[in-house]
């Protein structure tokens, strides 16, 4: 080596060696009736952690907007008060999440089914005001349930319900469409290295600042006390998203029998399986919320044959007998750090 050559190695290493380790940037807040908690690395990037915060709470905005059910001022609030069987021309943010839906809806003969919000409401569960409901109107409700009675035109961004009565709930996806939102914007702003969770969904993309695999816990599916069931070490660096849905926080008890928020649309009944939670590993997260409610509704016997079938990545949590058991799907195990 000559001596220019080892003068320019030496002055690179003392430079390497006086440059800070990475940092992480975490941000937190209270907004649209959740919570997210977000860590990026900076580090070299232009983007403020003011500029970051202000992007993510901006996108919470515009979601909220076109899909918040408890907003009676939102776009698909406003598409439930139209009773026709006219095209209704729609965002691209409602054809999106449609159109996903749409595709589950296909695979699970009806379990995963957006147009479930009347029988939601008769349950009580909208309100908070829990009850069972007649029999007489579970089947009333059920004649206005079905997204094959309703159409999309994904191209025009248009919907058509074939059914003036029929009502559309986006619960089921729409935090996954937020947190998807949100990682775009990251992105954009040149963010490669992030966690981003929205109400206890996330996706997480590159790695931490110490150079280590983000590491994301899986909540035991209790009631009562929070505990972590598993860690999930994530190597898939280009990005992926980890969401679960349990039936196990959402629910009411009568007459010592419990009825959880997961109504199966082709009964208007509550689930009555042993499957409490499902995580999918997937690359969009908005494809992921819709997956785990579709793979919850259909429980742990008939839910494992879809999960393989489909080739999803996922992580079942049921009861049998008075324990907690896990599967995993194929396609689960064999996913880098599973």
Request: hydrophobic fraction near 40%.
């Amino acid at each position: 080596m000559n001596i220019s050559r080892a003068t320019a190695l030496l002055a690179a290493l003392s430079l390497a060696a006086c440059q800070p380790p990475a940092t992480e940037t975490e941000l937190a807040g209270n907004i649209q009736g959740t919570t997210y908690h977000i860590k990026v690395v900076l580090d070299g990037l232009p983007a403020t952690p003011e500029q970051v915060k202000a992007d993510v709470e901006a996108a919470f905005r515009r979601v909220d907007e076109k899909l918040s059910n408890w907003r009676e001022d939102s776009e698909i609030s406003r598409i439930n008060q139209q009773k026709t069987t006219e095209w209704l021309d729609v965002s691209p943010e409602i054809a999106t999440v449609v159109g996903v839906a749409m595709d589950v809806y296909r695979h699970t003969q009806g379990c995963y089914d957006l147009t479930v919000k009347p029988v939601f409401d008769l349950w009580g569960f909208s309100k908070h005001a829990q009850k069972i409901p007649e029999q007489a109107d579970i089947d009333r409700v059920l004649q206005h349930i079905g997204m094959d009675k309703l159409e999309l035109d994904r191209e025009h961004h248009r919907l058509r319900k074939q059914d003036p009565e029929l009502q559309i709930s986006l619960d089921s996806i729409a935090q996954g469409y937020t947190v998807a939102v949100v990682a775009a914007g990251l992105e954009q702003r040149g963010i490669q290295n992030y966690l981003a969770e929205v109400g206890g969904e996330m996706k997480v993309k590159g790695r931490k600042a110490n150079g280590k695999h983000w590491r994301v816990a899986v909540e035991k599916p209790t009631p009562v006390a929070r505990e972590v069931e598993r860690v999930l070490d994530i190597h898939e660096e280009n990005g992926t998203a980890v969401m679960t849905a349990g039936t196990y926080r959402n629910f009411f008890e009568d007459q010592g029998k419990t009825y959880s928020h997961i109504l199966d649309p082709r009964t208007g009944r509550p689930v009555t399986h042993n499957l409490l939670s499902v995580t999918i590993l997937h690359d969009d997260p908005t494809i992921a919320d819709a997956w785990d409610t579709a793979l919850l509704c259909m429980g742990e016997i008939e839910g494992r044959k879809l999960a393989e079938a489909a080739q999803l990545k996922a992580l079942f949590i049921y009861k049998e007998g008075d324990q907690l058991k896990e599967w995993m799907s194929p396609a689960f195990t064999s996913a880098p750090g599973g």
